[in-house]
């Protein structure tokens, strides 16, 4: 009589383990010599203001790279190519709304989760701007500079929203690797006409820039509904 | 595939995205030159947007409903949908409200036609592209501080978002752009951008009325919104004259002060100023000898003086006083003077003799001259004499040796106190003869004999006497060693005395010793004889002896010459020594004065 309950007690346990792991094992954090220790712990409030400042950051540098790249390479006839938002910027997995109302009625995890997505969206296309920007002879520093910069705060971004995700929504996300399809498939082609290489180039600054803005945004919003929920759900 | 899409839709788009949304600040500003088109897109919020177009030239299509504008987003499965609301109030106007406006996706407008179905315009933009805020509400200022001249100020500028904009939900991050002028200015100073909702002001001008004005835009775009309205800063200068007045009274105060110091100063330092400001004048110094210690006549000082300045050898001035004896000698004019006459009387041609009478007369140490190799041979002498026989031997005047004949080092001298002098051609000659004693023969023992007839005086300071002397030896021969002249005198009075040899003998009787009896050095002669070789001396002796010469007896160890030393007298005159001896007063050592020489004659 008591096996068979004991062995029920203890698949119920095994059975429930993999919840009982991301609480289990915390987080790892490198701290500056390298290691791997045991991360400080931080309030959910500073981490969404550090998270909101990163994103800041990045849009705004997002934004200075696409005029640098514009004054350098893009004649003045096509510049209100900008204005237009990027035609073809890479598909996402799920549309994302554009109106204030439909955005301020997406639940916190659905904002999470799309901020998650569109970091790890552009991890890899923005190793091959880097790349690309270096082919050309006359890039200014500033602009490679600023992206290299840039990839290496969206790394810093996608851990903070990990760590925002496991916080505010209690969820434990092993995989971080990005299962994005590229719709832009020729990352990986040499583009021989300049013209063509260029304007790609610029398309895709500008596409990042946009989805910055909509990071930026949606934790915006998200810290919004932290603090006061009335007031963002106001209309 | 996808680039062939992306490349056509950029030829399109340069083909009719250009009027609407690259011009962006020509909105509102319709062209007449063109036809329909599209004057401008612009959101406020965010939220929601508007469109105008015109007309342009065609005039015919103004009627409401001629023109019609479509649009389409680039959402998959989207087509050209008509403008949802058509603004009644304004003229050609096309709304778009919250539901119909999205962000993040691109709008496509066309102006058609419907009629003839003509699209006129077409623009294609994003709505956050579009967006150009309501300006801020709420500017108000605040005075800072005031400098403490009173003429700069500082103020802090306020001001609230504008309502529209839903900032606290993050939906617009908005930036802010103040800006300030001087009143009826017409430049604006503009201010760096801010985030927040205040702004500094420094170094407004007091008494000038300014005017401040403040704009946004979103973060990251371009766009700025209008302006807010302007708002009147101004600050009254306040009168400070009363602090003014004191500074003034201090500083007349202060200087009247500072003036008084100095006068005073000044007249109670008046010598020391003097002397600072008129130095006297100093007088010329002259190196050399003070004449107050002239004056004074103490001679140690000035002997110091003197040989500081280094105007006497002092080597010279102690170990050969008799050096400078013969200097000064040397210097006397008169001395020179006859000796010059003696040349001439006696006829003697340095030439002759210049071979034997080759004294050295520049030469102006006594010393060097006594020590002069050139000093003639006496066996050359000898051979100028007449009627020499080749007796070199016993020739009186002729030394045995050939050496040195002024040896000093002689050991026995004859012992002469009165010492011809004999003349010199040249006064220094004569001089150096002072030294020279003939040596007359040898001693047995390897001494020289000086004769006395040539013997001169030496450590006598006969400077005074010098010229009597000199008066009375100028038919002497000149030079120790007689001349020819002198020798023909001599052997011309040599019949007179007996026997040339005994002339000879007589002659420097004093210095030969052992060939004649008579010829006793250190004796003095007979009294017929007379000491002094003078050729006139037999007839008449015309010369009274000399009382101040004396014969070097000695040469001691410190250069000093040793005249007539009192011990050796007796050995060296076997012929009468009682003579004179006795009659010889105890004298000093070596030095003979006048007087005592003056007692001495005969």
């Known amino acids: 009589m008591n096996r068979p309950k004991v062995l029920q007690a203890w698949l119920w346990c095994v059975s429930l383990w993999p919840c009982w792991l991301p609480h289990a094992v915390p987080l790892d954090c490198k701290d500056e010599t390298g290691s791997f220790t045991q991360c400080t712990s931080i309030s959910q409030e500073k981490l969404l203001d550090r998270v909101i400042q ?49 955005i301020q009625q997406i639940s916190d995890k659905w904002l999470l989760h799309s901020v998650l997505m569109l970091v790890q969206s552009w991890m890899e296309p923005l190793i091959y701007l880097q790349t690309t920007l270096n082919r050309y002879d006359d890039a200014p520093d500033a602009l490679l500079n600023k992206t290299k910069w840039v990839s290496d705060k969206l790394l810093s971004l996608e851990q903070g929203v990990l760590v925002l995700i496991r916080k505010m929504l209690d969820e434990g996300i ?16 040499q583009s021989p006409e300049m013209l063509e290489s260029i304007l790609r180039d610029y398309n895709l600054l500008i596409c990042f820039k946009k989805d910055a803005h909509k990071i930026e945004t949606f934790l915006k919003l998200l810290k919004c509904r932290q603090s006061n929920k009335l007031s963002c759900l106001s209309y | 595939m996808a680039y062939s899409l992306l490349l056509s839709l950029l030829y399109l788009g340069m083909l009719c995205g250009n009027g609407l949304v690259s011009a962006r600040s020509e909105l509102f500003t319709p062209d007449p030159s063109r036809g329909p088109h599209f004057t401008g897109c612009r959101s406020r919020e965010q939220e929601t947007f508007r469109c105008w177009w015109s007309a342009g030239i065609f005039q015919n299509l103004t009627e409401p409903g001629a023109l019609r504008v479509f649009y389409m987003t680039k ?53 956050e592209n579009i967006v150009h805020p309501d300006p801020p509400i709420g500017l108000n200022w605040t005075l800072l501080n005031v400098s403490r001249s009173g003429l700069h100020y500082d103020i802090l500028v306020r001001w609230a978002p504008p309502p529209s904009a839903d900032v606290q939900m993050g939906w617009m991050s908005l930036e802010y752009q103040v800006q300030y002028r001087v009143r009826n200015n017409s430049h604006w100073e503009m201010l760096d951008l801010e985030s927040g909702t205040q702004q500094s002001i420094y170094g407004l001008h007091t008494d000038k009325e300014y005017e401040v004005r403040v704009r946004c835009k979103m973060t990251a775009f371009d766009n700025f919104g209008e302006f807010s309205d302007s708002i009147i800063v101004h600050v009254a200068q306040i009168p400070s004259k009363e602090s003014t007045f004191p500074t003034t009274l201090v500083l007349i105060f202060g200087m009247i002060g500072v003036v008084i110091l100095l006068v005073l100063l000044i007249f109670s330092q008046q010598q020391r100023l003097m002397v600072i400001f008129l130095p006297p004048i100093p007088a010329p110094k002259i190196k050399g000898i003070d004449p107050e210690l002239l004056k004074n006549g103490k001679l140690d000082q000035l002997n110091s003086l003197l ?53 050295k007369s520049d030469d102006d140490s006594g010393r060097a001259s006594c020590y002069d190799p050139e000093i003639p041979n ?136 052992g060939t004649s009896e008579r010829g006793v050095p250190g004796c003095p002669p007979s009294d017929s004889q007379m000491p002094y070789l003078l050729p006139e001396a037999p007839p008449s002796p015309i010369l009274p002896p000399v009382s101040d010469y004396t014969v070097v007896q000695e040469v001691d160890a410190q250069h000093s010459l040793l005249l007539n030393p009192p011990s050796s007298q007796p050995a060296i005159c076997p012929h009468s020594p009682n003579k004179h001896l006795p009659a010889m007063p105890t004298m000093p050592m070596g030095y003979l004065t006048p007087d005592f020489l003056g007692n001495l004659t005969p």
């Open chain 1, 54 to 102: 990163h994103a800041e950051l990045i849009y705004r540098v997002s934004e200075e790279s696409c005029t640098l790249f514009e004054d350098m390479f893009i004649p003045y006839p096509l510049h209100y190519l900008r204005n237009q938002g990027g035609n073809l910027c890479h598909s996402k997995p799920f549309p994302i709304p554009g109106s204030k109302s439909e």
């Open chain 1, 174 to 189: 092993l995989t971080t690797s990005s299962i994005f399809e590229h719709t832009l498939t020729p990352y990986n082609e």
């Open chain 2, 75 to 127: 959402h998959a499965l989207s087509e050209w949908q008509e403008c949802p609301d058509y603004t009644r109030t304004v003229k050609n106007e096309c709304y778009f409200n919250k539901t119909f406006t999205q962000i993040w996706t691109s709008y496509c407008i066309q102006l058609r036609s419907v009629r003839e179905n003509i699209t006129y315009d077409e623009a294609c933009f994003t709505v």
């Open chain 2, 307 to 359: 040989s500081s300045q280094d105007m006497y050898k002092p080597d010279f001035y102690h170990e050969d006083p008799w050096v400078e004896f013969i200097q000064l000698d040397l210097d006397d004019p008169a001395e020179k003077n006859e000796s010059s006459d003696t040349q001439h009387l006696l006829g003697l041609s340095r030439s002759g003799s210049s071979h034997v009478l080759n004294f």
């Open chain 2, 378 to 513: 006496p066996e050359d002498l000898a051979t100028l004499l007449p009627g020499h026989s080749g007796r070199g031997d016993n020739h009186p005047l002729v030394s045995r040796s050939s050496s040195s004949i002024p040896d000093l080092g002689v050991q026995q001298t004859s012992e002469v106190k009165e010492t011809p002098i004999q003349k010199q051609p040249a006064v220094p000659s004569w001089v150096n003869m002072d030294f020279y004693a003939q040596v007359s023969d040898f001693t047995p023992a390897g001494g020289v004999v000086l004769s006395p007839g040539q013997l001169n005086s030496s450590l006598e300071k006969k400077k005074e006497e010098e010229n009597e002397k000199k008066i009375q030896f100028q038919l002497v021969s000149d030079g120790a060693y007689t001349s020819e002249n002198t020798a023909r005198q001599l052997s011309a009075n040599v019949p007179s005395s007996p026997g040339p040899e005994q002339g000879y003998q007589t002659f420097p009787t004093q210095a030969v010793e």
